[in-house]
């Protein structure tokens, strides 16, 4: 929010108090990180998965329903299965009913520190504790945001007005048809009651946060939809009878439906329990619904066995999604129905054809009903062209699927025919050598997505890549018809190795033509991430590489098996045909070790057929530290159950702030009725600085060693250029620990001292304050504006490097008292007043209402001299101008004191009395009176017994 600086003038001098009225906001609650799921659990603000929970974490019995799982597993580390959960308390991908299930692990949790602490209200606005029916009252017109108590019972409305984005109530109490209208933005309530009939309405996007415990009962929240809503709890939230919330509830502690209570949003809590008939309505999901089926089988079948057929029920076009649910399915065979078969998500089948030739596969009656696509090695053909050719004789090849360039021995190829009852496969060859064409076809990634083109080995021979271009291998059968191979492919991907054969005239075998397939996939061992630079120190003293949040190039490479128990994968061959959507990016801290992990800039990408596999990536990471990188690549590879392993880089860093921000600041002058200070009187400084990213948000690990930020005051008067850093002072230093998660807050006083000459200077009506971060990386601080060493606009030369605090005015302030004559019997007054040097001389300053004098008395009789000394009882007194010894001030620069011989024997005291008067340590001056150089407290003369006379009468006598 802008800063909207307090100014305030007085006469031909001015100040500016300039406050921040508006301090930090709360963090931006990131939706996609605080509430991925319609509900789930958190464990505050840790590294640690389910760090302090306790068992059970989420709760549900009786008829209480999560609507908007899309048939996913609830992130809770632990629930009551055994104890009362409900069978259909969770919905399914497309709204069945199923048992609500859990995988064992919740999420982190919001910071709650720093900016993020619950703000108090002051109560400075007042309270409202009853109100009429039909009342309709506002608040926030008057200027106040922070008030005190509301309590309204009646069908009456209050609106808080637009004026302000904050609000702080400390006790919020609703019922009998009471409605609050809130308009956007940041409300602050300490308590929040709820009752029947009560209502909440918004006109805007608002976030409501409530430290105590929240009850709402038979309250209607943001039902008319005037905007979003996120209730922060920090303690409890309890809702019960029919309350309706229209919008997400974060609780720090444990959110409680009870009754018929309803949230139509999401939710997150540290704890969950659904009571009795109670909702959650994930407003955002959509459950799936079925797009298409699709049939899939690779080319070729043998008439004596059984050929693997899958169908899958798809989700979305590309089928990257399966129906969760359950769907039925005719397979047919030349339109007529082979079987039925009933599954969730895909299933695999085999359809025989012991006649041979060619059938055509299909799909008959469906539930739920849809369309199907036929895909035959891959790729998608016409449902006319749906067809299989069930040969007579052929080859059986199993392939398993194996790393990039891992050698498979042991393989085998199957030479069978369908025997004389046509029913079973026997050997075509038994005992014999056979020479055969061996050749591959690449299925995935197809030819324009493919980087190279290698070839498959077969007994170490490289085969061809087409049909045109097979390559002659001679396989020696055994009596069961079965030859032994070795295959190896060093890249990653689909492909399909082809046999044909083909009788030789005047051999047995003339006339016989034989074929043979099988898919099969090589994916990489491992992933291999190259980071622009690597510090293997790994910690403080790692030079600053990258600002938080700035990108850096990452290099990603798939590489192929080199030898099993190798774990360093980036000195391997690379596998340039490995292409993998949804690979997860992350981070891990390395150092600071107790710090936040931090998120990266990227959290997903698609990895492309590239030479050397190699992908360039702009990375980032929002914290400071040292970081190594992660790459986790999805479960699944080309439809299988591949998992290739995660992988780390080495550590990266040292990641520093991009700037500071100053925010919540301001200076009040000493004296704020004349809104001045004396040099060297201390005044108040409070502000806020916190360490950034380049996305300007609060880089909680700048702490200890990995934060060197260390703050200076400067200062000018008038942009003259003239820099009086040296006479600031009193400014505390930085401290940066990790409770301060990037923060530093300061509130303490501060000065501008008198020059050490003992040369009195001034006055500085419009000296300006600023503040300047020295940090080892040269971060910034932000918004700067001012440069207390040059005389020009810092903006246009662009040479700011300080952010202005406020604009004071500072005075070489002493006291001075003058001499006070008169008869003993009076009381004698002495002129005592507050000066300034204005330049060329010493004024009266008439701004001065400030000063106080804590003992217009006599001090200790040593330093008081009498000339002559007190005779027997005789006693001098003084007092304040007001005849007592009460601690009071100067008005308008100007204070009294009253000197007082008091009656004795033989009589009153008659003479000269010399007496300091102790003033504040900046109006003190260099009067010399024991001739040491040193500042000392103002004295004078009260003179007993004799008049002072008139300054206009030169002669004067007494007549009768």
Request: charged share 20%.
């Amino acid at each position: 929010m802008a800063c909207r600086p307090l100014l305030l003038s007085v006469l031909i001098s001015f100040i500016s108090a300039s406050v921040c009225l508006d301090a930090y906001a709360f963090d931006v609650i990131d939706e996609s990180v605080y509430f991925p799921s319609v509900v789930q659990g958190h464990h505050g603000n840790n590294n640690n998965v389910c760090h302090n929970i306790n068992a059970p974490q989420f709760i549900q019995s009786d008829t209480a329903r999560i609507n908007g799982t899309l048939g996913d597993d609830l992130h809770f580390c632990s629930d009551n299965t055994g104890m009362g959960l409900p069978s259909d308390g969770c919905d399914t991908a497309s709204g069945g009913d199923r048992v609500c299930t859990i995988t064992g692990g919740d999420i982190r949790g919001v910071h709650l520190n720093g900016q993020n602490a619950f703000k108090v209200s002051s109560g400075a606005g007042g309270s409202i504790s009853s109100c009429s029916s039909g009342d309709e009252l506002t608040w926030g017109n008057t200027g106040f945001d922070q008030f005190g108590q509301l309590i309204l019972n009646s069908a009456c409305t209050l609106m808080f007005t637009s004026n302000h984005t904050e609000y702080r109530v400390d006790r919020v109490e609703l019922g009998g048809g009471a409605k609050l209208l809130l308009n956007e933005g940041d409300y602050w309530f300490d308590t929040l009651t709820m009752n029947q009939d009560s209502e909440l309405e918004l006109m805007g996007d608002v976030r409501l946060f409530v430290r105590s415990v929240s009850n709402i009962t038979g309250a209607k929240i943001n039902v008319t939809h005037g905007g979003e809503i996120i209730l922060f709890g920090y303690d409890n939230v309890n809702l019960n009878g029919m309350s309706v919330f229209e919008g997400k509830v974060y609780s720090d502690a444990r959110l409680t439906l009870n009754a018929s209570s309803t949230i139509n949003g999401r939710v997150t809590a540290r704890y969950l329990e659904m009571n009795s008939s109670s909702a959650i309505n994930d407003a955002t999901s959509t459950p799936p619904s079925l797009s298409h089926y699709r049939i899939e089988f690779s080319s070729g079948a043998l008439s004596c066995t059984g050929k693997d057929i899958t169908i899958k029920a798809c989700a979305d076009d590309d089928c990257t999604g399966e129906l969760s649910d359950s769907a039925s399915v005719e397979l047919t065979k030349d339109g007529g129905v082979y079987s039925n078969n009933v599954f969730s998500g895909s299933t695999s089948t085999q359809l025989w054809h012991t006649s041979g030739g060619t059938v055509t596969v299909g799909l008959g009656s469906t539930l739920p009903s849809g369309s199907y696509l036929c895909f035959i090695d891959g790729l998608e053909v016409a449902n006319v062209d749906c067809t299989l050719d069930y040969a007579d004789a052929g080859f059986i090849v199993d392939i398993p699927n194996e790393l990039s360039n891992k050698p498979q021995q042991g393989l085998e190829i199957t030479a069978v025919k369908i025997s004389d009852t046509g029913s079973l496969c026997v050997p075509t060859f038994q005992g014999v050598s056979k020479t055969v064409n061996i050749w591959s076809d690449y299925i995935s990634p197809g030819e324009s997505g493919r980087s190279t083109s290698m070839s498959v080995f077969i007994d170490d021979i490289g085969v061809g890549q087409s049909s045109s271009a097979a390559t002659p291998i001679s396989l020696a059968f055994d009596n069961a018809g079965k030859a032994a191979f070795k295959l190896n492919y060093a890249d990653a991907g689909r492909l399909e190795l082809k046999i044909s054969y083909v009788g030789v005239a005047g051999n047995e075998d003339e006339g016989i033509q034989m074929e043979g397939s099988d898919t099969f996939e090589r994916y990489p061992v491992g992933i291999c991430l190259s980071p622009e630079t690597i510090c293997t120190a790994a910690n403080k003293d790692c030079p600053g590489f990258r600002k938080a949040g700035e990108d850096f190039e990452l290099s990603i490479q798939a590489m192929a098996w080199q030898s099993d128990g190798d774990l360093d994968f980036c000195d391997n061959l690379s596998t340039p045909n490995y292409v993998q959507s949804n690979i997860s990016l992350s981070a891990d801290l390395v150092a600071p070790a107790d710090g936040v992990d931090g998120t990266t800039g990227l959290s997903v990408y698609e990895h492309t057929a590239q030479r050397h596999s190699l992908n360039l990536l702009l990375q980032s990471i929002d914290e400071v530290g040292i970081f190594s990188f992660s790459a986790a690549p999805p479960a699944s590879y080309l439809g299988e159950n591949i998992l290739i392993p995660k992988a780390y880089s080495q550590a990266v860093g040292r990641f520093y702030p991009n700037d500071f921000k100053v925010y919540a600041y301001g200076i009040m002058p000493a004296c704020m009725s004349g809104l001045f200070s004396y040099m060297d009187e201390p005044f108040r400084l409070n502000m806020s600085v916190r360490a950034r990213n380049v996305a300007g948000e609060t880089t909680e690990n700048y702490f200890d060693d990995f934060a060197s930020g260390a703050a200076l005051l400067v200062a000018e008067n008038s942009g003259d250029g003239i820099d009086f850093q040296a006479r600031v002072s009193g400014m505390p230093s930085f401290t940066w620990t990790k409770s301060d998660l990037g923060v530093q807050d300061i509130d303490d006083d501060i000065l501008f001292t008198r020059r050490l000459d003992g040369i009195a200077d001034g006055p500085y009506p419009l000296l300006d304050i600023g503040l300047r971060i020295l940090d080892d990386d040269g971060a910034s601080i932000d918004a700067a504006d001012m440069n207390a060493a040059m005389n020009d606009i810092c903006e246009i030369s662009n040479s700011c490097n300080a952010k202005r605090l406020s604009t004071q005015h500072l005075r070489h302030g002493r006291i001075v008292m003058e001499n006070a004559y008169g008869p003993e019997t009076d009381i004698l007054r002495m002129p005592t007043t507050a000066r300034f040097w204005q330049g060329d001389q010493w004024v009266v300053n008439t701004l001065d209402s400030c000063t106080r004098v804590m003992e217009p008395e006599l001090p200790e009789s040593t330093q008081v001299l009498y000339a002559p000394t007190l005779d027997g009882g005789q006693q001098v007194s003084r007092t304040n101008g007001a005849g007592n010894i009460l601690a009071s001030d100067f008005i308008t620069g100007r204070y009294d004191l009253g000197w007082q011989s008091s009656v004795a024997s033989p009589n009153r005291y008659r003479g000269q009395v010399t007496a300091p008067l102790a003033v504040p340590e900046w109006l003190q001056w260099y009067w010399s009176w024991d001739n040491d150089g040193a500042l000392s407290n103002p004295r004078a003369s009260a003179f007993f017994g004799s008049y002072r006379g008139h300054d206009k009468v030169i002669h004067w006598r007494e007549v009768e």
